[in-house]
C-alpha cells in the first residue's frame, strides 16, 4: 500500500532563517506531487506541483522553492522566512491514472517568530 | 478561472441527527471531479467523496452522500447519522483542467453536539 511522509511535524524557525521540509512517497512509482499551505482561517491554497523529477510548476510567486531530485521525494525550501509564511503545508501525491484522487500526508505546521 | 464557495464557515449538528454541507463552484470544463475532504483537529486531511461529473448519479459512501447538480454547478454533503467523530473541518475540492490540481473552498466548521 501506498503511504506519505512528512517531517518534520512542528517547526518554529525565526524570521530571515532557512527552511527545508521533506515529503516523501512510498509503495508507487511516478506519482504526481503537490505542496499546498493552508494558512489559518483559510483554505488550501497550491504552492507547487511536479510530474516528474526536476519537473517543478510553481503556482503563487513568493519567495518559497521546490525541488524534486527523486522520483518519490518533494522538498520544499526557503533562504528567508517571512512572518507570513506560517502556516500549516501539506504534501500530496497522485497517480494520474486512478480516479484522479489526491492523498495527503500528516502535514507541518511552521510557525515562523 | 475555477473557484469553490463553501458559504456556512461553521455548523453544528445533534448527534444521531443528519446535515447538509453547502458547496458551489465555478467552472467552464465540462470533465472535471469533485471532493469532499475532512480535516479533524489532526490536521491531517481524509478523502471523504468524490464525484464525477459525467456521472448523474449522486455519489455514496456508507452515511455520508452528496447532491450534486452539475447545471446548478451545485455540490452538497450530506451526513446522515452523525457522530461526534465526524466533528471536524470539511473541505469541498474541485479538480479539473490540464494540471489537475485541487481547488479548495475555504471549509466548513462543524462540530456534533452529544
Known amino acids: 500500500s501506498q503511504t506519505i511522509h512528512q517531517w518534520p511535524a512542528t517547526l518554529v524557525q525565526p524570521v530571515g532563517s532557512p527552511l527545508s521540509l521533506e515529503c516523501t512517497v512510498e509503495?508507487?512509482?511516478?506519482?504526481?506531487l503537490y505542496w499546498y499551505r493552508q494558512a489559518a482561517g483559510r483554505g488550501l491554497q497550491l504552492l507547487f506541483y511536479?510530474?516528474?523529477?526536476?519537473?517543478i510548476s510553481s503556482e503563487v510567486p513568493q519567495n518559497l522553492s521546490a525541488s524534486r531530485p527523486q522520483d518519490r521525494q518533494f522538498i520544499l525550501s526557503s533562504k528567508k522566512l517571512l512572518l507570513s509564511d506560517s502556516g500549516f503545508y501539506l504534501c500530496?501525491?497522485?497517480?494520474?491514472?486512478?480516479?484522479?484522487?489526491?492523498?495527503f500526508g500528516p502535514g507541518t505546521r511552521l510557525t515562523v517568530l | 478561472a475555477q473557484t469553490v464557495t463553501q458559504s456556512q464557515p461553521e455548523m453544528s449538528v445533534q448527534e444521531a441527527e443528519t446535515v447538509t454541507l453547502s458547496c458551489t463552484y465555478d467552472?467552464?470544463?465540462?470533465?472535471?471531479?469533485l471532493f469532499w475532504y475532512k480535516q479533524p483537529p489532526s490536521r491531517q486531511m481524509i478523502l471523504v467523496i468524490r464525484?464525477?461529473?459525467?456521472?448523474?448519479q449522486n455519489a455514496t459512501e456508507n452515511r455520508f452522500s452528496v447532491n450534486f447538480q452539475k447545471a446548478a454547478k451545485s455540490f452538497s454533503l450530506k451526513i446522515s447519522d452523525s457522530q461526534l467523530g465526524d466533528t471536524a473541518m470539511y473541505f469541498c475540492?474541485?479538480?479539473?483542467?490540464?494540471?489537475?490540481?485541487?481547488?479548495f473552498g475555504k471549509g466548513t466548521k462543524l462540530s456534533v453536539k452529544p
Open positions: 475540492a474541485f479538480e479539473g483542467g490540464s494540471q489537475g490540481n485541487l481547488i
Open positions: 511536479s510530474v516528474g523529477i526536476g519537473q
Open positions: 509503495g508507487t512509482s511516478n506519482p504526481n
Open positions: 464525484q464525477e461529473a459525467y456521472k448523474q
Open positions: 500530496a501525491w497522485e497517480t494520474p491514472w486512478h480516479y484522479n484522487e489526491q492523498f
Open positions: 467552472t467552464s470544463e465540462n470533465n472535471y471531479y
